[in-house]
């Protein structure tokens, strides 16, 4: 691994336990033979690197870099060839954390403008102890908030470089890494600057959906599609349910449904019966959407809003499932 953590200053980088002079440290742990040292990197990246719901801390980005390196370094799971797909799922979090849309100007403006009051912000919550960074929050008063959105700003910048450390693995010899591929693409290439890509990358996962073997990895790579405005209509008849709520969370069926449902609560139970049946833009029917394990996908009271919720939980763990599932059998050869 070409060694960048020395390229970053870690000391005013802070996780979510507090300050990052550590972080660099657990990714490297991953390629060594340390297995208490392995167990315990692999869980700081997960638990103290990625914020939740989607969102990022001041080391994410520097962290980010580290694993699009571990990615194609021979030392990373010789054994565990599971390893490179949770790597893959991470830069899939990090792609969710970056994607600020039409926002990223106005922080990078509101982070220029207070550039001095943040970098004072941040020296004093890395010096303090836990009680008063956790004072820090409470009080409120601080630019803490901008600083997350820096963050998420940094996250935004290292985008091009991540999507182009992924898109080899989209043409691996493994299903399940080109699905893990394929989900962090999903979400990195949501960034401005690949849109001109989003066209071919459109292409070759609805290739990749079509040839899937496995109702998880179809899940998987029909979320990444609907993630870049992709057609995801042709899986709103797949015979599995989770397939088919992953095709109906795209944003343009999200509309749909819940354009279908606000007619039909005025059009009789009859018409609520049909609900779900006719494919947007087409003429062809599909069965409406069926329960998933003890979820109702389709509510009685007809909910657009409740409905898609219940979608995107069924569907959640498909994004990075993959990845953390294969790797958690084979992790317990190392204890």
Same mark, same amino acid.
């Given at each position: ?12 980088? @802070?996780? +979510? &336990? ?31 690197? !990625? ?26 799971? $010789? ?11 991470? !830069? ?12 990223? +100007? ?44 820096? +963050?998420?700003?940094?996250? @935004? ?9 992924? !898109? ?19 979400? !990195?290439?949501?960034? $401005?600057?690949?849109?001109? /890509? ?5 292409? *070759?996962?609805? &290739? ?45 069926? /999200?509309?749909?449904?819940?354009? +279908?449902?606000? #007619? ?25 959407? /069926?329960?998933?394990? *003890? ?18 939980? &069924? ?14 059998? #084979? #992790?317990? /050869?190392?204890?």
């Amino acid at each position: 691994m070409n060694d960048r953590s020395h390229e970053v200053d870690w000391s005013g980088l @802070f996780h +979510a &336990s507090g300050p990052a002079g550590d972080t660099p440290l657990h990714p490297a742990a991953l390629l060594g033979d340390d297995a208490k040292a392995f167990v315990a990197g692999y869980s700081h990246l997960w638990s103290a690197t !990625l914020r939740r719901q989607g969102k990022a801390w001041p080391a994410t980005a520097p962290t980010a870099l580290l694993v699009a390196e571990l990615l194609d370094n021979p030392l990373l799971g $010789p054994d565990d060839p599971s390893l490179p797909d949770a790597m893959l799922a991470y !830069l899939y979090e990090v792609g969710v954390a970056a994607d600020l849309g039409d926002r990223a +100007a106005e922080i990078r403006a509101r982070v220029r403008d207070r550039a001095p009051e943040l970098r004072a912000w941040t020296a004093e919550y890395v010096s303090t102890d836990a009680d008063g960074r956790a004072r820090m929050w409470r009080d409120g008063t601080g630019p803490g908030e901008l600083v997350l959105d820096q +963050a998420a700003l940094a996250c @935004f910048d290292l985008v091009p470089v991540l999507l182009r450390r992924t !898109l080899p693995h989209l043409a691996s010899e493994r299903a399940r890494r080109r699905t893990c591929a394929a989900a962090a693409v999903g979400s !990195l290439a949501r960034h $401005p600057a690949a849109s001109g /890509q989003r066209p071919g990358l459109l292409d *070759q996962l609805t &290739s990749m959906a079509r040839a899937a073997d496995s109702p998880h990895d179809l899940a998987t790579i029909v979320i990444a599609i609907g993630h870049l405005d992709g057609d995801t209509r042709p899986w709103l008849a797949d015979a599995h349910a989770g397939v088919r709520a992953c095709a109906a969370l795209a944003t343009d069926l /999200q509309t749909h449904v819940r354009e +279908a449902v606000a #007619s039909s609560a005025s059009a009789g139970p009859g018409h609520r019966r049909r609900l779900g049946r006719t494919v947007p833009g087409r003429g062809r029917r599909t069965p409406p959407l /069926q329960p998933h394990g *003890q979820r109702t996908l389709c509510p009685r009271r007809y909910d657009a809003d409740t409905a898609v919720t219940s979608a995107r939980s &069924s569907a959640s763990a498909a994004r990075t499932n993959a990845a953390m599932s294969s790797w958690s059998g #084979s #992790s317990s /050869q190392r204890r």
